[in-house]
């Protein structure tokens, strides 16, 4: 079973804060994805990565940046928390031999 | 069916009936289409997907059916249990690197 684990179920911060969102998958999938999934928007991508320090912009990349240093691994960075990035983050893995993704449990990240 | 607004369409059904929930997808180009489910506080769970080369699918207790010629998607549910009660929503493979669009969801309510 394909396994995606992210580092916290619940994240509490101030605005201003620096945020780290981890994500890790252990089934060797070489595209990793970010969303975040508000009520009435569905989910919407902020970034993917197709591979090892790859990574490309998705539809709402605006303040948010990531990072991928190893293959199981991708995180998401918020430079300076803001109140409008309240949201649910969804962490999607996919191998690049098909099309499906499989989805972490969700951060839902409330920015004070 | 799928819509996009603050309020997700629900979709009411007496445990032990069969549902069917609708999506309208957009790109007739869509190659490959999903279906997941989103319990309360968790990340979508993976259910069944289907091909454009593919009218039906079948799969434990699900089906999906895929009408290309008026670019719609449906998912029955055989005999439906409580716990079948969440969030359901498509995605269509807009992109060759696996880029998902998803649609805004159907609520299930199942009712005993």
């Known amino acids: 079973d394909v396994k995606v684990t992210q580092s916290s179920r619940y994240l509490v911060k101030r605005t201003g804060e620096k945020v780290f969102l981890e994500c890790v998958q252990d089934m060797d999938h070489e595209n990793m994805f970010w969303y975040r999934q508000d009520p009435g928007l569905g989910l919407r991508l902020i970034y993917f990565?197709?591979?090892?320090?790859?990574?490309e912009k998705g539809d709402i990349p605006e303040g948010y940046s990531v990072s991928r240093e190893k293959k199981e691994r991708f995180s998401l960075i918020l430079e300076s928390a803001s109140t409008n990035q309240t949201s649910m983050y969804l962490c999607?893995?996919?191998?690049?031999?098909?099309?499906?993704?499989?989805f972490g449990p969700g951060t839902r990240l409330t920015v004070l | 069916g799928e819509s996009v607004g603050l309020h997700l369409p629900t979709l009411s059904v007496q445990e032990g009936d069969n549902s069917i929930i609708n999506c309208a997808y957009s790109?007739?180009?869509?190659?490959?289409f999903i279906w997941y489910k989103q319990e309360s506080g968790k990340g979508p769970q993976f259910i069944i997907d289907i091909r454009s080369n593919m009218d039906k699918r079948q799969g434990q207790r699900v089906t999906v059916l895929l009408n290309k010629t008026v670019k719609h998607l449906s998912l029955q549910i055989a005999a439906t249990q409580p716990g079948d009660s969440a969030v359901y929503f498509c995605?269509?493979?807009?992109?060759?690197?696996?880029?998902?669009?998803f649609g805004a969801g159907t609520q299930v309510v199942v009712t005993p």
């Open positions: 990565s197709y591979d090892v320090k790859m990574k």
């Open positions: 790109n007739s180009a869509s190659d490959y």
């Open positions: 999607a893995s996919r191998s690049s031999r098909v099309d499906t993704q499989y």
């Open positions: 995605a269509e493979n807009k992109a060759s690197w696996g880029k998902l669009q």
